[in-house]
T-cell receptor, first 110, second 113 residues
């Protein structure tokens, strides 16, 4: 079983719609959680951190469910520019090593 | 600021050849790391450094060496390239106390024949 699992997609979503995807992690003692975004053939970039109380940044909302060991990302009013792969990242062991999911590909269609 | 820079952008090697992937950052970051990204897999940590003169192994260190003689530079050496090392390599850096917030270079695409 992978330590961090994501649905690879692709999620094909019309512009303006709301889309959500989850990421599950295996270690219940995991400490920190993040969503990174990666455009095609580009480097990953931090999108947002995921706090225990949730985190909202404009159209993006991230939530953590420790009991079920997953984090989620919700994108409202999706834009064409939201098309990318979204990477779930977990700090499981606090030894300077992040564990990365393989990513969920999102395609926003006009 | 240029941020994190990597050279070369693309490289083709023959099996058994050695090479060095360069990485530099101008943000005075203490933490630097090297990842490889393969299709269908998450980024995997090769080596990392928490400061000049300090390096440590990540998840997949075999076949790679690193050194950190300055804060700015963190080169990755492939000792004897193998086809299994065909991948996209990313260098990242992060500030002291915020190592989880990593800034990535544009990547190096390596093909080993």
């Amino acid at each position: 079983r992978k330590e961090v699992e994501q649905d690879p997609g692709p999620f094909n979503v019309p512009e303006g719609a709301t889309v959500a995807f989850n990421c599950t992690y295996s270690n219940s003692a995991s400490q920190s959680f993040f969503w990174y975004r990666q455009d095609c053939r580009k480097e990953p970039k931090l999108l947002m951190s995921v706090y225990s109380s949730g985190n909202e940044d404009g159209r993006f909302t991230a939530q953590l469910n420790r009991a079920s060991q997953y984090i989620s990302l919700l994108i409202r009013d999706s834009k064409l520019s939201d098309s990318a792969t979204y990477l779930c990242v977990v700090n499981m062991r606090s030894n300077y090593q992040l564990i990365w999911g393989a990513g969920t590909k999102l395609i926003i269609k006009p | 600021n240029a941020g994190v820079t990597q050279t070369p952008k693309f490289q083709v090697l023959k099996t058994g050849q050695s090479m060095t992937l360069q990485c530099a950052q101008d943000m005075n970051h203490e933490y630097m790391s090297w990842y490889r990204q393969d299709p269908g897999m998450g980024l995997r940590l090769i080596h990392y450094s928490v400061g000049a003169g300090i390096t440590d192994q990540g998840e997949v260190p075999n076949g790679y060496n690193v050194s950190r003689s300055t804060t700015e530079d963190f080169p990755l050496r492939l000792l004897s390239a193998a086809p299994s090392q065909t991948s996209v390599y990313f260098c990242a850096s992060a500030g002291q106390g915020a190592w989880e917030t990593q800034y990535f270079g544009p990547g190096t695409r390596l093909l080993v024949l």
